[in-house]
């Protein structure tokens, strides 16, 4: 009989390893906890705003090679949709000010050069900071490597930091800032355009997924918790499902693909990240006289909110690395966060609409030199298991590209072996 590769979590991690393993011929298991795919990557119906949002707005770049060959594999790569162009339009709640940060298209950065084109009040030799992030040590933070008195770090180093590795720039660990940078920015404007799932994040990167893994033979088991895992030697040989019980033959692998709190539950002396940062989101329904067609992304600086999604009829808000607001009452943070978006989209005195706020209290561990060396590799002292998952050490942040990325090593791991 042929082997089969079994995935514990239906994450973008789990389903990406899955994906490439049911790719080169394995057959595939996976089991997920809860009742449906997707994890922190989901879309589901809101009743008070009326329509489907996203738990969490997760913006995509057009250089985050993983995630687009992930999409096109499922059929999905035309679910996402952006702004024509790379610029990146930005509002200052503090002063009213009102910029486009521009890239040019190719690798030659011109576009440091032309005032119109970059942070104002900011020089083109100011834009050289980029460099020490190339070659930058394990310990060194954001903050260390481009200070935190100029107006460029303000408006340019601290948000694109916070936004990347959900992690405050003063204490994020400054050489996984690198990728993003070399990956988007440094090729040009054709890879650094703004991404967001047209119609929703299970739309895009998980309900395609599931149908391409159910055409080809994978089997999926949602609301089936594996409770614990066995080993003899070298080698995993079973899952106990706690109704049920796996044996895993000579040849069978293992993909652990869950939270790091789980995995180290699940696989013994298993050293992961232990601190974590949340990310707030809102959702607000706007009128039919303030909806747009196709996207619009607004970066706030100074305000509560940091970067605003203008989707047809919603305004939706996302506040990274929010450990001081997460703990408010949602009642009293929804104005707050509107006042934003108001001032923002030149919306004028508009009362707030409906409205929704979602707290991922640990959305992702936190991005700290210190937490960093704590992230595992995906090869482990069992040949016949490898880990997956954006807490993972992949060399990325952890993001939708990296959660892919953690998925695509796993399943390499285990077609060496």
């Known amino acids: 009989m042929q082997p089969i590769t079994h995935v514990i979590g239906a994450g973008l991690a789990g389903l990406s390893a899955a994906l490439r393993l049911t790719e080169a011929g394995h057959r595939?298991?996976?089991?997920?906890?809860?009742?449906?795919?997707?994890?922190?990557?989901?879309?589901?119906?809101?009743?008070?705003?009326?329509?489907?949002?996203?738990?969490?707005?997760?913006l995509l770049m057009s250089g985050n090679d993983a995630a687009l060959s992930y999409l096109k594999l499922i059929g999905a790569e035309?679910?996402?949709?952006?702004?024509?162009?790379?610029?990146?339009p930005f509002f200052d709640r503090g002063t009213g000010e009102r910029w486009n940060l521009?890239?040019?298209r190719g690798k030659l950065p011109?576009?440091?050069?032309?005032?119109?084109?970059?942070?104002?009040?900011?020089?083109?030799?100011?834009?050289l900071a980029a460099l020490r992030f190339r070659k930058c040590g394990p310990d060194a933070t954001v903050a260390d490597l481009v200070g935190q008195d100029t107006r460029l770090y303000r408006r340019f180093w601290e948000p694109l930091a916070v936004a990347a590795l959900n992690t405050e720039a003063k204490t994020a660990a400054a050489h996984l800032l690198w990728p993003v940078l070399?990956?988007?920015?440094?090729?040009?404007?054709?890879?650094?355009?703004?991404?967001?799932?047209?119609?929703?994040?299970?739309e895009s990167f998980v309900d395609p997924a599931l149908a391409w893994l159910e055409q080809r033979g994978a089997t999926l088991r949602l609301s089936t918790r594996v409770r614990k895992i066995g080993f003899h030697g070298d080698r995993v040989v079973s899952l106990d499902l706690g109704s049920d019980f796996v044996g895993l033959d000579q040849g069978d692998n293992l993909v652990v693909a869950v939270p790091p709190a789980v995995a180290t539950g699940l696989v013994p002396h298993l050293v992961t990240p232990t601190e974590f940062r949340p990310i707030v989101n809102a959702h607000f329904r706007l009128d039919e006289r303030d909806a747009v067609p196709g996207v619009e992304i607004l970066g706030v600086i100074g305000g509560t909110a940091e970067w605003i999604f203008r989707r047809g009829p919603l305004a939706s808000v996302t506040i990274s690395a929010a450990s001081h607001v997460v703990d408010e009452d949602a009642d009293a943070l929804a104005p707050r966060i509107w006042a934003d978006v108001a001032a923002g989209l030149a919306l004028g005195?508009?009362?707030?609409?409906?409205?929704?706020?979602?707290?991922?209290?640990?959305?992702?561990?936190a991005e700290t030199p210190d937490q960093v060396k704590r992230r595992p590799e995906a090869k482990t002292f069992w040949r016949n298991l490898a880990l997956a998952g954006d807490w993972t050490?992949?060399?990325l942040p952890a993001t939708i590209e990296g959660a892919i990325r953690s998925g695509e090593k796993a399943a390499a791991q285990l077609r060496s072996t």
């Open 78 to 88: 035309d679910t996402l949709e952006g702004p024509a162009s790379g610029r990146y």
């Open 182 to 202: 070399e990956e988007t920015f440094a090729r040009g404007a054709d890879f650094s355009r703004p991404l967001v799932a047209r119609d929703g994040l299970s």
């Open 102 to 104: 521009a890239p040019n």
């Open 349 to 365: 005195e508009r009362p707030m609409p409906a409205w929704r706020i979602v707290k991922e209290k640990r959305a992702t561990f």
């Open 110 to 127: 011109w576009w440091v050069l032309v005032p119109g084109r970059r942070v104002p009040g900011s020089r083109a030799g100011d834009y």
């Open 28 to 58: 595939v298991v996976i089991y997920e906890a809860g009742p449906q795919a997707g994890g922190r990557c989901r879309s589901y119906f809101d009743e008070p705003l009326g329509c489907r949002i996203d738990n969490g707005n997760h």
């Open 393 to 395: 050490d992949t060399g």
